[in-house]
Nanobody, 118 residues
Framework: QVQIVESGGGLVQAGGSLRLSCKVSGLNIGDHAMHWFRQAPGKEREGVACISRGVISSVRGGFTISRDNAKNAAFLEMDSLKPEDTAMYYC????????????????WGQGTQVTVSS
């Protein structure tokens, strides 16, 4: 059984930074692409970043997604945060090893809340 636990969320002022962590058990993440999604109140869940297998880190806007296969963990470094980044952030494994325009997230964590104050 795959278990995913996110951590690192919290309250931060605009312009600040946070580093989210995603610890996975029951699955070797080295074989899978990994995702971070987020969902703000009243909005649909949206993809934040994806990292394919074999890739150590990837930058998208002010966010850096990375992975440590030895620790079976993924991370999301968020800089220059804005109030509109306020959301529940979820980590997910992908069915496949490569990030695609239409992802196939399979296993999800419970999420970690990020709140950015203005």
């Amino acid at each position: 059984q795959v278990q995913i636990v996110e951590s690192g969320g919290g309250l931060v002022q605009a312009g600040g930074s946070l580093r989210l962590s995603c610890k996975v058990s029951g699955l070797n993440i080295g074989d899978h692409a990994m995702h971070w999604f987020r969902q703000a109140p009243g909005k649909e869940r949206e993809g934040v970043a994806c990292i394919s297998r074999g890739v150590i880190s990837s930058v998208r806007g002010g966010f850096t997604i990375s992975r440590d296969n030895a620790k079976n963990a993924a991370f999301l470094e968020m800089d220059s945060l804005k109030p509109e980044d306020t959301a529940m952030y979820y980590c997910a494994t992908d069915r496949y090893g490569v990030c695609k325009a239409s992802p196939f997230p399979e296993d999800w964590g419970q999420g970690t809340q990020v709140t950015v104050s203005s």
